[in-house]
Nanobody, 124 residues
Framework: QVQLVESGGGLVQPGGSLRLSCTAS????????VGWFRQAPGKGREFVGA???????YYADSVKGRFTISRDNAKNTVYLQMNGLNPEDTALYFC??????????????????WGQGTQVTVSS
């Protein structure tokens, strides 16, 4: 079974940057859609962005232009570079993988494997 582990979260001031990592074991990202989601306390899990197996990237409007997904095949790791962070970005961030179709790419139902999350807190 594929296992995903996120890292890189922490406390950052508004306007700052963080890079989250998602490393897979028991499989590779080669044939999977890899998505990033986030969840704030009392709220549902929100789509952030994704890289499909075809190599196409997608982003939520709320993060477009600020967040960037990239992949390092040699390390079997996917990254989420977050720039221009604001307090509204505070959440537990998850990476996920699955053989999703376009209609489910932006929802949790499109993914079979999930990491345990890494906390990002943006505060002065």
């Amino acid at each position: 079974q594929v296992q995903l582990v996120e890292s890189g979260g922490g406390l950052v001031q508004p306007g700052g940057s963080l890079r989250l990592s998602c490393t897979a074991s028991g499989g590779t990202f080669r044939d999977y859609t890899v998505g990033w989601f986030r969840q704030a306390p009392g709220k549902g899990r929100e789509f952030v962005g994704a890289r499909r197996a075809t190599g196409t990237y997608y982003y939520a409007d709320s993060v477009k232009g600020r967040f960037t997904i990239s992949r390092d095949n040699a390390k079997n790791t996917v990254y989420l570079q977050m720039n221009g962070l604001n307090p509204e970005d505070t959440a537990l961030y998850f990476c996920a993988a699955g053989r999703s179709i376009l209609s489910t790419m932006r929802s949790e139902t499109g993914y079979n494997y999930w990491g345990q999350g890494t906390q990002v807190t943006v505060s002065s």
